[in-house]
């Protein structure tokens, strides 16, 4: 079971990355997903998730109407689209699987590795 997270790298402020997940071993509309964010010194702290089929998802406040999660059962893919982006976004940034529908990394079942996005003022 694998999920790969790609897409990150260096963006200016105000600019746009979209982050993707792919599973291998793993058929991810059997769960919920979300995405998480850890910066230097700091905790993981949860970005967004989605349901299973796609039609409810939530962000935490400071991504509202900047970033945007998605996902492509029949691709297997998750995305986060992140728009207006700000220094403090930079991170390291990883998909996770969930059974259940929470905002606590302890309840995600699987990880992927991580994707640097670095923002620059």
């Known amino acids: 079971v694998q999920l790969q997270a790609f897409g990150g790298g260096f963006v200016q402020a105000g600019g746009s990355v979209r982050l993707s997940c792919a599973a291998s071993?793993?058929?991810?509309?059997?769960?919920?997903m979300g995405w998480f964010r850890q910066a230097p010194g700091k905790e993981r702290e949860f970005v967004a998730r989605?349901?299973?089929?796609?039609?409810?998802?939530y962000y935490v406040n400071f991504v509202k109407g900047r970033f945007t999660i998605s996902r492509d059962n029949a691709k297997n893919t998750v995305s986060l689209q992140m728009t207006s982006l700000k220094p403090e976004d930079t991170a390291v940034y990883y998909c996770?699987?969930?059974?259940?529908?929470?905002?606590?990394?302890?309840?995600?079942?699987?990880w992927g590795q991580g994707t640097q996005v670095t923002v620059s003022s």
């Open positions: 071993g793993l058929t991810l509309s059997t769960y919920n």
């Open positions: 989605i349901s299973r089929s796609g039609s409810t998802t």
């Open positions: 996770a699987a969930d059974r259940n529908w929470s905002v606590v990394d302890a309840s995600y079942d699987y």
